[in-house]
């Protein structure tokens, strides 16, 4: 029973961080968006999209970097879906509609083959966790080949994500870079990260 109850905190854990980087994501960009929350039990329908304002300037995204080259990450979504790794996805039939949305956001190494009808096949960007990056990297050539130009986010502790050589989770992605140049990963920033940590604990109560 303890190891299903670490299982369920994992995967809270990184919905909840994913949730804080789009928020943050959103806030930056200045653009107000509207999450209609869904009905379980009921077909999907436009309330599961974020609807927005006018659209307003565009701008970077600072608090993201790209490795090795620690670039701004630059995103321009109108309508978003966040999609769940959840097993509730299953069932719902959300996938044409996911699809319809300019951004799709999944986490983690979460499959869309064989679910292409309930979760659809697009995905512009993942949030990754660190301890998921092993995942990953077990299937380079699908999550980083040619064919795919999703965008991953890895978010993870300064200790394995740090440049200088000691951080275990950014040498691992610097090699993936280094074998899939165009392969678009970035990680959050400290500053970021701490901003993260801050919000999950302020909702929680719990030090992540």
């Known amino acids: 029973m303890a190891w299903m109850w670490k299982k369920k905190s994992v995967i809270a854990t990184s919905l909840i961080v994913a949730v804080s980087l789009f928020v943050v994501v959103v806030n930056y960009a200045e653009k107000p968006y509207v999450l209609l929350q869904p009905v379980f039990g009921q077909t999907f329908s436009s309330r599961w999209v974020f ?19 620690q670039e701004p990450l630059k995103l321009n979504c109108d309508v978003c879906s966040v999609v769940s790794s959840s097993g509730q996805m299953l069932g719902q039939q959300a996938g044409p509609e996911i699809d319809q949305s300019s951004c799709v956001w999944r986490m983690n190494n979460a499959p869309t083959k064989g679910f292409e009808r309930d979760v659809g096949r697009r995905t512009t960007l ?15 050539q699908y999550f980083f080949g040619q064919n795919n130009d999703t965008v991953y986010v890895i978010w993870g502790p300064l200790r394995n994500m740090r440049k200088d050589g000691k ?10 870079v280094d074998s899939y140049p165009q392969a678009r990963i970035y990680v959050t920033t400290e500053e970021r990260m701490n901003y993260c940590d801050r919000v999950f604990k302020e909702e929680t109560g719990k030090d992540r």
């Open 126 to 140: 993942r949030v990754v966790s660190h301890t998921s990056v092993p995942l990953l990297l077990q299937r380079q």
């Open 167 to 176: 951080g275990i989770v950014y040498n691992m992605l610097r090699q993936a």
């Open 51 to 69: 609807s927005r304002q006018p659209h307003k300037a565009f701008k970077p995204h600072p608090g993201y970097v790209s490795i090795p080259k």
